[in-house]
């Protein structure tokens, strides 16, 4: 992310990794507006913005206003410099993007795939769709700094490996990265589906908010963690499971962890279906549960209010340790309306207490299912622009 608020007067010199970090938000700078930012003398900036004009990521962005001479020429960011692959696959979907590095869609397409297909076919697949969206773009493969991808379960972020996924037959520590680096010839990097919902919706719509809750409710249920303004993933990227945190009164449950009560196994799109089904109504997952609510079906909607209910005493939870301001619902449950979302503020605003939410909002994505590719490109942004990595291409 761009380095917020000016550096004035800095008495060790930038490196261009840093140096670029201040051009990140487009606006056009001259080298006069530089100097008194940073405090460096003309001859730095001089051979910091030539080496990034080298690089394609800064180039000229006209002139500004006279002080009575020449005018000054003006640098800026050019986010169209390379681009992006972003995919978020989940349980039975894929949704990939081209963004340029600004995290601006430049094609974007979906398609059902189901993720137990396992990686032999389903990492091939996002190989051959990930070169026709770019060939659809207008972008060669050439042109692509880096490929992020998020998975819908557990994963090592270190190394990009799943880990022991519960819904992902096949996928334990499969060298996703490798894989994919290999076919393409970028760094790939890989994050749970909800982290990377949590990043583009926080990126997209709240980026002024340091402390956002994402929740998805799918197939699964599952949380992604912003605080202090930065996506938190735990000491081994579990952060955020709260899918498998405990329902009072469910012990009688069972989930496909392997344990009794969990929320997933109690709330989730699949565990609402299953309950419908029981009762006689035609409904196998979290789409036909949405498509029963709109249809004005009450056991489906009764179903879906006690659904958000239990999701929202386990958030109760969540607010008491995390005081966020923001709740975010997404996935496919969260289109069924009012429902959900009105379980969840009743079960989180009765059982917090008042200080921790006294200014809590809580509401349905913004992004909607465009988060999980924001996300997944800013994470990949984010590593092709930092400052190891600046320096590395400027050298």
Aim: proline share 6%.
């Amino acid at each position: 992310m761009p380095i917020d608020g000016p550096l004035r007067n800095t008495s060790v010199s930038l490196g261009a990794g840093e140096f670029f970090q201040l051009l990140r938000d487009r606006k056009p700078r001259t080298r006069a507006d530089l100097i008194a930012i940073t405090g460096q003398s003309r001859s730095t900036i001089a051979t910091r913005i030539d080496a990034l004009m080298s690089t394609g990521l800064i180039g000229p962005a006209g002139t500004a206003g006279s002080t009575g001479g020449r005018r000054p020429a003006t640098f800026a960011f050019q986010p169209g410099a390379r681009a992006v692959l972003a995919v978020d696959l989940g349980a039975t979907h894929a949704r990939l993007a081209v963004t340029d590095l600004a995290s601006t869609v430049v094609a974007a397409t979906d398609a059902p795939l189901s993720i137990a297909a396992g990686p032999d076919v389903v990492l091939p697949w996002v190989v051959r769709a990930g070169r026709e969206l770019l060939d659809a773009a207008g972008r060669d493969v050439d042109d692509l700094a880096a490929l992020g991808i998020g998975l819908p379960g557990p994963v090592e972020h270190s190394t990009g490996r799943p880990i022991n996924p519960p819904i992902m037959p096949g996928w334990d520590d499969v060298d996703v990265p490798g894989l994919l680096g290999a076919e393409l010839g970028v760094d790939v990097l890989v994050d749970n589906d909800v982290n990377i919902m949590a990043l583009g919706e926080h990126r997209a719509a709240w980026p002024q908010v340091s402390d956002l809750l994402l929740v998805k409710v799918s197939t699964g249920i599952g949380a992604g963690i912003i605080a202090d303004g930065a996506l938190r993933r735990g000491a081994q990227g579990a952060a955020g499971d709260i899918g498998h945190m405990v329902v009072p009164g469910a012990d009688h449950v069972p989930c496909r962890c392997g344990n009794t009560g969990c929320l997933e196994a109690v709330a989730s799109g699949q565990a609402v279906a299953a309950a419908l089904s029981a009762q006689g109504l035609e409904a196998a997952d979290s789409a036909d549960v949405v498509a029963l609510v709109r249809s004005k079906g009450l056991a489906a909607s009764q179903a879906v209010r006690q659904a958000g209910r239990d999701i929202g005493g386990v958030l109760a939870s969540c607010v008491s340790m995390l005081n966020p301001s923001v709740i975010v619902i997404g996935g496919i449950v969260a289109d069924a309306g009012e429902h959900l979302i009105a379980g969840i503020r009743e079960a989180v605003y009765r059982r917090s207490l008042p200080l921790a939410t006294q200014h809590l909002r809580i509401v349905t994505s913004r992004a909607r299912v465009g988060a999980g590719v924001l996300g997944a490109s800013a994470m990949a942004i984010d590593h092709v622009l930092s400052p190891a990595a600046i320096d590395a291409l400027a050298a």
